[in-house]
């Protein structure tokens, strides 16, 4: 099955780029567009998207306030939102993580790892790079807290539920590893990586890795490493 895409971005233009793009690979199918925040969460509420590519600085309701409120509910259950922003220096980026986006990626980027970004986020994963990535959401999540799609910024709550193997493998996803990178780094199997990540999403409520980084984040786990 194809996977469902929706485009919202304010400039018609671009829209009609990624459209021409998307729709030319036989495993995407472009079934909405909006071009406002308001519009993506009422288009998305009726396409029931698997993945909404979602621009931030729009007129009406920005890209933020739209992801905070389709992945709290008022969209399809299990439909993800991948950012699109100036990729260096957009300062909302960690703000849309917070309010439940999968990943991000910058408007510049070449249209093979659009793609394959698309299909990464519509498997469950999220768009994370140990490099630019978490060095951007180490630079602004450390600022003024802001409330997440889930409460209070801090959750001592959750964080008391994980195991020390688990918080261990947070601390690591929090510094950007992937699970063959936290295999290495702990002397265990990818599989066995992968089942402690999972088991930390599930007990800190995260809807993937993206939000378990900014849980490590929130709670102190990460930046030592």
């Known amino acids: 099955m194809p996977i469902r895409v929706l485009l919202v971005d304010d400039q018609a233009l671009l829209r009609a780029t990624f459209r021409l793009l998307l729709d030319a690979q036989p495993d995407i199918d472009v079934v909405g567009e ?4 308001a519009e993506a969460v009422s ?6 998207p698997d993945v909404v590519l979602m621009d931030i600085r729009m007129p009406d309701m920005d890209g933020i306030e ?36 999968s990943g991000f990626l910058g408007k510049g980027v070449d249209p093979g790892v659009l793609i394959q970004a698309i299909r990464t986020v519509a498997a469950g994963e999220s768009l994370l790079s140990p490099t630019a990535t978490t060095a951007l959401i180490e ?13 209070t910024a801090a959750r001592p709550e959750l964080l008391a539920e994980l195991t020390a193997r688990e918080r261990e493998i947070t601390t690591l996803v929090g510094a950007g590893l992937s699970n063959t990178e936290i295999a290495d780094r702990l002397f265990i199997s990818p599989a066995t990586a992968k089942t402690h990540v999972n088991r930390a999403m599930m ?13 490590a984040y929130e709670n102190g786990l990460a930046g030592g490493v």
């Open 34 to 37: 909006a071009a406002t925040g």
């Open 43 to 48: 288009v998305a509420r009726d396409a029931r």
């Open 66 to 101: 739209a992801t905070r409120l389709i992945t709290s509910g008022a969209g399809p259950a299990g439909t993800r939102i991948l950012i699109l922003t100036t990729f260096e220096t957009d300062e909302f980026v960690v703000s849309a993580l917070r309010a439940g986006a």
């Open 139 to 151: 630079r602004f999540l450390t600022q003024e807290p802001v409330k997440s799609s889930s409460g």
């Open 203 to 215: 007990k800190t409520g995260a809807r993937d890795r993206a939000q378990l980084v900014v849980f």
